[in-house]
């Protein structure tokens, strides 16, 4: 234990930065699995460039991830670092607008050299012309000091034991947050277990920056954060794209049902495909397909076979994906495609965050063809998402399209892990036998004859006997399936389709308002929630009251939502886009919405949100 002070926060922002190469992705996940098992409520933001391996030094090259860990509720990962670690001048000058004065800076003074600093601009080193006076800078040597720490490890080079420093600055950090190691150690016994003098020199680094904090005098204090109280439970940490792919798994599952995922790999939906391809053993089968149009392909065909069709992707993909989707429609076969937004258009920002997709989810296929689209909010509700795209796609024979984004897929959040008692759904029936008798009396199957409360068609595996019926994109006549050009029977097909859609049950929408007396409604959908849910925190501890609300399904609404529009004077939308959501409301509702967009890349922050909630309370009164 450490003899030197320890200060009780109740919470910190920390932002690890530098090169691409320099591991700061693999630090902040240590540090924050290391932070989820002490107990403490968090939320993380990593960020990263699109490149595999930016150019060293550079602006373009700054690789970060900011994790937000607090003894109460977290909402969002913070709007500012209270502690930035720049692991050169590109990190630090790249991310120095968001700190504020006062804060803390651990800066790498081995990176800061002529030719590091001309890189990226500076004429002089900002550690030490005084630019920097109005933060707390602490100078270390982190690359010099690990590899003198590993000089024992004669078979590894100098460039080897540089590559060890993120692990000493996570000592450091663990140490100054009294975080503990014995995760880190045990993952790094995982990763190098078959490299003993790699392995050695990481738990060396590691150690040596525990001690460096312990014995140096630059670090006066150690900080404690206690942990949060939550409800009893089994907990783990884990990212939007895990828990979306645990929740796949759970409700095929529930539904009694292989999971088939056919995908092609694109940032930042790719880690689903990587964790369904380890879990053959609960039944799921994955296919890295040539391309997005194989990819739903295969999807779809796997739902025709009887199993739980889904293929993930991104803006891009879902616009190869939309001629599929839209047979899947004709088809009315269960389907789920998961659409991981980020910043467009075309290429845009593979690896930043953006709810762009809405409208094209929505409208982006040819002929009357609706989907039902829900949006995940948290990481940890990406879980719940999922199972509620699969129920919808079984129980009523229909592609649905479930949207995420960047910031959920890579942010990640403790979840309560839920008992399988506690799961929704059960099994879904498929046809067995046929369901009509025609004008001779005999027995045939009608794959079109409806479920009068669901209006889903029988859903009927190939091969199964007296099933046999016709598939393919040209409209179907109703009940038989025969191919039919019959211009009523296409008007009737057109509704009926839309009808199901539009039929699908869905939960009104929950409103916060905890006074009643709320003029102004602050409404959003997908990631907005954390933000959004921060910012009506801050103003309602200012005396205000603000309501809002938060919707999960996009089509259809719920049926409550035209009625809690028009209870409220202000309805402001914010979202990662120029209004989206806002333009279907205004149309659907015929209610004056008001937008607050941003295309950043980045998710919004509480500060932001909190003055437009103010400035539209001071127009109401």
């Known amino acids: 234990m450490t003899s030197k002070a320890v200060q009780t926060l109740d919470r910190v922002v920390i932002r690890f930065a530098g090169d691409s190469g320099d591991g700061m992705q693999l630090t902040g996940d240590r540090f924050t699995s290391e932070t989820a098992a002490m107990g403490n409520d968090l939320s993380t933001l990593p960020n ?12 373009p090259g700054v690789s970060s991830f900011q994790l937000h860990f607090a003894d109460h509720d977290v909402l969002t990962p913070g709007d500012a670092p209270d502690v930035l670690v720049a692991m050169n001048p590109a990190a630090l000058k790249a991310n120095l607008a968001d700190v504020p004065r006062g804060a803390t800076i651990i800066a790498n003074t081995d990176e800061f050299t002529k030719r590091n600093l001309a890189k990226v601009g500076y004429t002089e080193s900002p550690l030490e012309d005084g630019s920097l006076e109005s933060w707390h800078v602490h100078p270390v040597a982190l690359t010099s000091i690990t590899v003198e720490a590993l000089a024992e490890f004669t078979g590894l080079t100098r460039k080897e034991k540089e590559r060890a420093k993120n692990m000493f600055a996570l000592g450091l950090l663990s140490w100054m947050y009294t975080r503990p190691t014995s995760g880190t150690e045990a993952f790094l016994q995982k990763k190098f277990g078959g490299r003993p003098e790699i392995l050695a020199a990481n738990l060396a680094a590691l150690t040596a920056g525990w001690n460096y904090g312990e014995t140096t005098e630059d670090f006066a204090s150690t900080y404690v954060v206690q942990p949060a109280p939550m409800p009893p439970g089994t907990y783990r940490n884990v990212t939007g794209n895990t828990a979306l792919s645990l929740g796949l798994v759970a409700a095929a599952h529930r539904a009694g049902r292989p999971l088939v995922l056919g995908s092609y790999p ?3 939906a790719s880690d689903i495909l990587h964790a369904l391809s380890s879990m053959k053993r609960h039944g799921v089968t994955t296919i890295q397909a040539e391309d997005e ?3 739903i392909g295969i999807a779809l065909g796997a739902s025709y ?16 994906k939309s001629e599929t989707i839209g047979l899947a429609v004709s088809l009315e076969l269960p389907l789920v495609v998961v659409d991981i937004q980020r910043g467009g258009p075309s290429t845009g920002l593979p690896t930043k965050t953006e709810q762009a997709d809405l ?9 009357e063809s609706p989907v039902p689209v829900i949006a995940a909010q948290t990481p940890a509700d990406c879980f719940d998402a999922a199972m509620e795209a699969v129920r919808i796609a079984t129980e009523y024979r229909t592609p649905v399209v479930l949207l995420s984004d960047g910031y959920l897929a890579n942010g990640s959040e403790p979840w309560s892990v839920p008992g399988v008692e506690d799961l929704p759904g059960g099994p879904v029936e498929l046809a067995s036998a046929p369901n009509a008798t025609d004008e001779k009396g005999e027995p045939v199957f009608r794959p079109y004859l409806r479920d009068p409360d669901t209006l889903a068609r029988p859903w009927a595996v190939p091969g199964t006997a007296g099933l046999e019926h016709r598939i393919g994109g040209i409209e179907k006549a109703d009940v038989t399936g025969d191919i039919s050009y019959d211009p009523d029977n296409h008007d009737r097909m057109v509704r009926l389709r839309a009808g199901k859609v539009a039929g699908v049950t869905v939960p009104d929408l929950e409103v916060d308002d905890p006074s009643g007396d709320a003029r102004v409604l602050v409404l959003g959908w997908g990631s907005t929630y954390g933000p959004i849910a921060a910012a009506t925190r801050v103003v309602r501890n200012t005396g205000a009251a603000v309501a809002r609300a938060h919707l999960r399904h996009l089509n259809p609404f719920p049926a409550n939502l035209g009625e809690v529009l028009r209870r409220y004077d202000r309805v402001v939308v914010p979202e990662m886009n120029t209004g ?15 937008t607050h967009s941003s295309v950043r890349g980045l998710p919004f922050t509480t500060v932001e949100l909190a003055d437009v909630i103010s400035s539209t309370l001071e127009e109401v009164r």
């Open 48 to 59: 990263f460039p699109a490149e595999i391996r930016a150019p060293q030094g550079t602006l």
């Open 580 to 594: 989206q959501l806002a333009l279907l409301l205004r149309g659907t509702y015929l209610v004056d919405v008001r």
């Open 305 to 320: 076979g009887g199993a739980v069709g889904v293929t993930t992707t991104s803006g891009p993909g879902i616009a190869l």
């Open 359 to 367: 409208l094209q989810v929505m409208f982006g296929r040819n002929g």
């Open 266 to 268: 694109i940032t930042p």
């Open 293 to 295: 149009i194989a990819g």
